[in-house]
């Protein structure tokens, strides 16, 4: 998977970041950065003889027109630049304007950062199943479904195994939590020794219907897994947390810490035990409706919000069928039963008025990128930005918000563990024994059959086997010599 292909532009109303939008709002002077003495001060240059022979130039000393030089075309309150950038903007820290590279920018205490992990319901190369990935200034981090190959954007992102957790699932469609396994058992594998895996998701209208059931079954279904992997150190790894919640109960709360509130109500998507998420921290919020019908829930719990997402589906339904292999009528149906017309999205954007509306679960391509922003122009006259293809990077301030494209490499460099949690509790990082050794778990003629090192291995080279774990103690490093790439710079309750 290429994410670092070039875009098609895909029509009037998207916020598209452009190298001169860059240039003039990071590095253009505004009045406040180039007062009438700072002018002044840079009106005549200092000639160093020591340069050599160099061109004589006549300077301009009137402070006014330098000013109208250096400020020229950035609006610097004397004009709104376009027609829906009203605080649409690059914040000064970012790196680039245009893109977002994986461990370059921490999140400010008082930004809210949201990552486009996987974007479509039908996976291929360019797209992986949905996930929405929220960042806070505070370091606490929350995912919003977990669809099949999602999971390897979060880790060529720079985030590490270990703190792929805290996960709310919308609804179980396999697309939105197909990488939920992996991230699971390859998570305790990878350093999530000391804390729980966290799932929190609806309840439905019987027990089998609900996330604890299908968390059940998730762990009798890694059961061969996890006992292979128990010969590793696991510590709490294979522990769940799921915190499931009624479905019904519109408006309650998931999620209540640290200064996060996590609200939910439920959606339409053909049977019950679908829901709608809105995430609240220090005056931000965004909203991931999840997949369902245009519902009047989410216009009255959206209220008042930053950034609303919700999935869409182009009204090019004889079109699409030819290039997305659905026979046309299953695709007329699955809409009208499960999915968000690309003209309702613009029309709960309307009611809601948020500050950004942002539409994902759906296919990126060319032929379908003009038609769906003109469908949800129909309705919706404010800022718009597709949360599709995959690693879309969205930051969010009080005043300002930006979208970037996320540049990703096609085989990328893992982060180790995060120690924060063990760091937190014993004041270094614990490496617990493992659970079992592979004599428990592994007959001893298949063993015997193993080939022996000495026989592949050159004449000369033969390393320090480590063939079983050689204590059922725990290691202790104090957090004196834990390396640096395995602490966050701000520590927060995740």
Not at 86 to 115: C, H, K, Y
Not at 325 to 347: L, S
Not at 468 to 494: E, Q
């Amino acid at each position: 998977m290429n994410n670092a292909r070039t875009r098609r532009i895909i029509g009037a109303g998207l916020l598209l970041v452009g190298f001169m939008a860059g240039i003039g709002l990071r590095y253009l002077p505004s009045e406040a950065q180039v007062p009438d003495e700072g002018v002044a001060s840079i009106s005549s240059p200092k000639v160093n003889a020591q340069q050599g022979q160099q061109q004589q130039w006549e300077y301009e000393t009137d402070p006014e027109i330098i000013k109208s030089v250096l400020s020229g075309g950035v609006p610097m309150d004397r004009w709104n630049e376009g027609l829906m950038f009203q605080g649409i903007e690059p914040m000064p820290w970012l790196v680039s304007a245009a893109n977002w590279f994986p461990n370059t920018e921490e999140v400010q205490p008082d930004e809210l950062r949201i990552t486009f992990m996987g974007t479509t319901p039908t996976i291929r190369p360019g797209q992986m199943n949905t996930s929405v990935f929220v960042e806070l200034g505070n370091g606490d981090s929350f995912i919003f479904d977990l669809g099949e190959g999602s999971i390897a954007n979060y880790l060529a992102s720079g985030i590490p195994f270990n703190k792929i957790n805290d996960i709310f699932i919308t609804h179980l469609h396999v697309d939105h939590f197909g990488s939920l396994p992996y991230a699971y058992v390859f998570g305790a594998w990878g350093g999530r020794w000391h804390e729980p895996f966290r799932v929190y998701g609806p309840s439905g209208r019987n027990e089998e219907d609900g996330i604890g059931y299908m968390i059940e079954g998730m762990k009798m279904m890694t059961h061969w897994h996890k006992e292979a992997f128990s010969v590793f150190p696991i510590g709490q790894g294979w522990d769940i947390e799921v915190t499931e919640f009624d479905y019904q109960d519109d408006g309650g709360t998931v999620y209540d810490k640290n200064g996060v509130k996590v609200t939910h109500w439920r959606q339409s998507h053909a049977k019950d035990g679908a829901s709608a998420y809105r995430l609240d921290w220090n005056g931000l919020s965004v909203v991931f409706s999840g997949d369902g019908r245009p519902n009047s829930l989410t216009e009255t719990y959206a209220e008042g919000v930053d950034v609303l997402i919700t999935e869409l589906q182009t009204e090019v339904v004889a079109i699409s069928s030819q290039v997305q292999g659905v026979p046309p009528f299953v695709g007329r149906y699955t809409i009208d039963t499960h999915h968000n017309p690309a003209y309702a999205a613009g029309y709960l954007a309307n009611k809601v008025k948020p500050r950004l509306l942002m539409t994902t679960h759906m296919p990126f391509d060319a032929y379908l990128n003009p038609e769906t922003v003109a469908e949800i122009r129909e309705h919706w006259k404010g800022p718009y930005h597709p949360g599709a293809p995959d690693m879309i990077v969205v930051n969010v301030t009080k005043d300002k918000l930006w979208v970037r494209e996320g540049i990703i490499a096609e085989f990328p460099n893992l982060k180790p563990p995060n120690a924060d949690v063990s760091i937190a509790l014993y004041g270094g990082l614990v490496v617990p024994p493992p659970l079992l050794q592979r004599e428990d778990i592994q007959g001893q003629f298949i063993r015997d059959a193993e080939i022996p090192p000495e026989e592949y291995y050159p004449r000369g080279y033969m390393p320090q086997l480590m063939q079983s774990w050689p204590t059922d103690k725990a290691i202790f490093i104090p957090d004196s010599l834990v390396p640096p790439s395995m602490k966050s710079k701000r520590r927060g309750n995740n």
